[in-house]
């Protein structure tokens, strides 16, 4: 590094993750003292703890009474794949994807499940497809928040209320900082390891009515391994969405969970959320509105992710060099950062273009935000000299 002088303040909190994201503010390990450790979670003091985790779920992000909500295993990954291995196959599909987790939903479809009748709607990274081509009398599969290029639907305005098929959105980086129109959704899913930071491996499952009467009404031709299997019977497992979960879950990831619930709910609940994530993306925003290296990744500013933030070096002298070299150099402003602890974890996911990608989620402060744009430049001017140097 050269003698280019550091910022005199620093973020308070250096995680920046996009997943596990960071803690609520003011967290500690004594937030977890209430956790039923070495208890069966099918105790008493179990099902009531999945039971309340369930509930306040549906209070705070206001989903509507006679939707299902379920803790399942995996993540948003097993919440996902549950919904499409066992709602797919009834109609045609429409798979929509613009980065590297929708783009996996559409290998699952097309080469797992093999679905003939499958239309595939993609666009690259940045960018986002024309829902005026998609059609919503055929079951469709999309990402609210593409986590891995920062680029969302800005509302569900797209979709029609008279729809045949089924909507399956993954909203994991959307949830609890970006407002779901649950009229227009049939299955959500997301993980709690996102916009609250809870820790990982579990995944929750939400179904509207529309839903539950595929599932008991449609059987698909492929056999279901037992950890997917929503119904019995021809008629749904109720108890998964009253916390009889599937598999055994970590009550101590519950504790935390209901943890960062009861925090949601203290500070105003969901639109307090989204006011916190707004405002972090907005410090970000004005930032590289100012600064002529950086650019946000997401073409159209309506479809800006406010949690996911992508980010791409658009200095001219680093553009020219080969992708290699531009990946080498937006490294070097990560392991920078990461060096010094101001940043942890902010490179761009390895299937995305160069750059960086930034959480600025509601557990985010905007202080540390702010502190951090100060570090990245800082960063990027001792990799611009060392560049400068090397040449």
């Given at each position: 590094m050269t003698d280019i002088t550091k910022p005199g303040t620093r973020p308070a909190n250096p995680n920046f993750s996009s997943g596990p994201c960071a803690k609520r503010p003011g967290?500690?390990?004594?937030?977890?003292?209430?956790?039923?450790?070495?208890?069966?979670?099918?105790?008493?003091?179990?099902?009531?703890?999945?039971?309340?985790?369930?509930?306040?779920?549906?209070?705070?992000?206001?989903?509507?009474?006679?939707?299902?909500?379920?803790?399942?295993?995996?993540?948003?990954?097993?919440?996902?794949?549950?919904?499409?291995?066992?709602?797919?196959?009834?109609?045609g599909v429409d798979m929509v994807a613009w980065e590297s987790f929708g783009a996996g939903w559409v290998t699952d479809v097309a080469k797992q499940l093999k679905l003939a009748d499958t239309r595939i709607f993609e666009a690259p990274y940045g960018e986002i497809v024309d829902f005026a081509k998609v059609d919503f009398d055929r079951d469709v599969v999309f990402t609210w928040n593409g986590?891995?290029?920062?680029?969302?639907?800005?509302?569900?305005?797209?979709?029609?209320?008279?729809?045949?098929?089924?909507?399956?959105?993954?909203?994991?980086?959307?949830?609890?900082?970006?407002?779901?129109?649950?009229?227009?959704?049939?299955?959500?899913?997301?993980?709690?390891?996102?916009?609250?930071?809870?820790?990982?491996?579990?995944?929750?499952?939400?179904?509207?009515?529309?839903?539950?009467?595929?599932?008991?009404?449609?059987?698909?031709?492929?056999?279901?391994?037992?950890?997917?299997?929503?119904?019995?019977?021809?008629?749904?497992?109720?108890?998964?969405?009253?916390?009889?979960?599937?598999?055994?879950?970590?009550?101590?990831?519950?504790?935390?969970?209901?943890?960062?619930?009861?925090w949601a709910k203290s500070?105003?609940?969901?639109?307090?959320?989204?006011?916190?994530?707004?405002?972090?993306?907005?410090?970000?925003?004005?930032?590289?509105?100012?600064?002529?290296?950086?650019?946000?990744?997401?073409?159209?500013?309506?479809?800006?992710?406010?949690?996911?933030?992508c980010l791409t070096i658009v200095d001219p002298e680093v553009t020219a060099l080969d992708a290699d070299a531009q990946a080498a150099f937006a490294k070097g402003i990560v392991s920078a950062l990461d060096k010094e602890g101001v940043a942890y974890d902010i490179g761009a996911y390895r299937d995305a273009p160069s750059g960086l990608r930034i959480w600025a989620g509601a557990t985010i402060e905007a202080s540390d935000v702010e502190a951090l744009t100060g570090w990245l430049d800082w960063a990027f001017a001792n990799q611009k000299a060392a560049l400068k140097k090397a040449a």
């Open positions: 967290w500690s390990l004594e937030a977890l003292a209430d956790a039923p450790l070495g208890r069966s979670h099918r105790a008493k003091i179990g099902k009531t703890k999945l039971k309340d985790a369930i509930d306040l779920t549906r209070e705070i992000l206001q989903v509507p009474a006679d939707y299902r909500i379920g803790i399942v295993p995996a993540s948003d990954t097993g919440a996902v794949e549950m919904a499409l291995w066992s709602l797919l196959g009834e109609r986590t891995t290029s920062g680029v969302r639907v800005p509302n569900a305005d797209f979709i029609p209320s008279d729809r045949k098929g089924l909507t399956i959105c993954d909203a994991t980086s959307a949830a609890f900082a970006q407002r779901l129109d649950f009229s227009k959704l049939d299955v959500v899913t997301f993980s709690w390891q996102k916009v609250l930071g809870g820790e990982g491996a579990h995944g929750v499952l939400i179904l509207s009515p529309r839903a539950v009467e595929r599932l008991e009404t449609y059987k698909p031709a492929w056999p279901l391994p037992k950890i997917f299997r929503l119904t019995k019977g021809g008629k749904l497992i109720e108890g998964i969405f009253a916390g009889e979960t599937i598999n055994t879950p970590s009550m101590l990831c519950v504790e935390d969970y209901l943890d960062a619930l009861h500070i105003g609940g969901l639109d307090a959320l989204i006011a916190r994530a707004d405002r972090n993306f907005a410090v970000i925003d004005s930032w590289g509105r100012r600064t002529p290296w950086v650019a946000n990744l997401a073409v159209k500013p309506e479809t800006r992710s406010n949690t996911s933030v």
